[in-house]
Nanobody, 124 residues
């Protein structure tokens, strides 16, 4: 099992950037596929980005492709989400998730470990 703690959220103007971090504890992190999801008020949780255990394969939701970048540093037990060109519709609570397989997945049902979330608010 992996414990996950997100940080880096905040308030930013449209067009700005934020970098989210997800610090993991637990010896299995380096073997785990990781993902970022988000949930806006009144909406269901949505997939944002995912990365495999080696970091050489990534996948993005169409809504963030070209603007967000997911990466990981297994030596630091951390996964990142660099968010550029932010839009008001990116406003949500962002969650980091880990799974017990090395490949990534785009559905939350395939992730067993979740962080507490970090709020991202983009003003227009």
């Amino acid at each position: 099992q992996v414990q996950l703690v997100e940080s880096g959220g905040g308030l930013v103007q449209a067009g700005g950037s934020l970098r989210l971090s997800c610090a993991a504890s637990g010896r299995t992190f380096r073997w785990a596929g990781m993902g970022w999801f988000r949930q806006a008020p009144g909406q269901e949780r949505a997939f944002v980005a995912a990365i495999n255990w080696t970091g050489d394969r990534t996948y993005y939701a169409d809504s963030v492709k070209g603007r967000f970048t997911i990466s990981r540093d297994n030596a630091k037990n951390t996964v990142y989400l660099q968010m550029n060109s932010l839009r008001p519709e990116d406003t949500a609570v962002y969650y980091c998730a880990g799974r017990n397989r090395g490949d990534y997945a785009t559905s939350g049902e395939f992730y067993g470990d979740w962080g507490q979330g970090t709020q991202v608010t983009v003003s227009s």
